[in-house]
């Protein structure tokens, strides 16, 4: 196994661990919401919907950043031009089962760099995003679980603005 890949095992690891001992050792949680209670905490006082939508695009902006400069941004662009050009070849060639197999196969050689490339990042990001998900239960939980947008909750208002503006993101500061 690759270094890159153990390192990034070792990161989902602790991240688990983490999320797991956030009740159980008090000082995870407590440091977590010393932090971020009068940081993102006020900015979710002044307007639950809004301030949620800036925290998200936040996150997501500060997420694309690591994406960026925490990966080989060229070596991913050429694997996704590669795909693009396997993918345009497996067009020409669909009613030949034989050159189908062997354009697949050549397109499933890549995916173990590319895994690797993209994953890279998640080694910096992990252990914050955790924290973050584990502190966004406390506060909503506090708060009675509202609704975010007048019908999600929040994990799901979460996942779907993450989306949008990770789309958005990554098109204008050209993420691979």
Known sequence: MKKGFLLIIVVMLVSIIIAG???KVPVIGNSVHAVLDPTLGNILDLH??????????LI?????????????????????????KLQEEMKKYKD????????????????????????????????????????????FKNLGDPKILGFLGWIWAYLLLSIIFSAILRKIMKVY
């Open 21 to 23: 001992l956030w009740d």
């Open 48 to 57: 639950l919907n809004i301030g949620f939508i800036i925290i998200v695009l």
């Open 60 to 84: 997501v902006f500060l997420t694309t950043l690591v994406q960026k400069y925490g990966s080989d941004q060229e070596a991913l662009k050429s694997l996704k031009d590669e795909q693009k």
């Open 96 to 139: 030949d089962a034989v050159k189908m197999m062997e354009l697949q196969k050549k397109q499933f050689e890549h995916l173990p760099r590319t895994f690797e490339l993209s994953m890279a990042p998640l080694v910096y990001t992990a252990i914050p995003f955790i924290l973050l998900i584990r502190w966004f239960t406390d506060i």
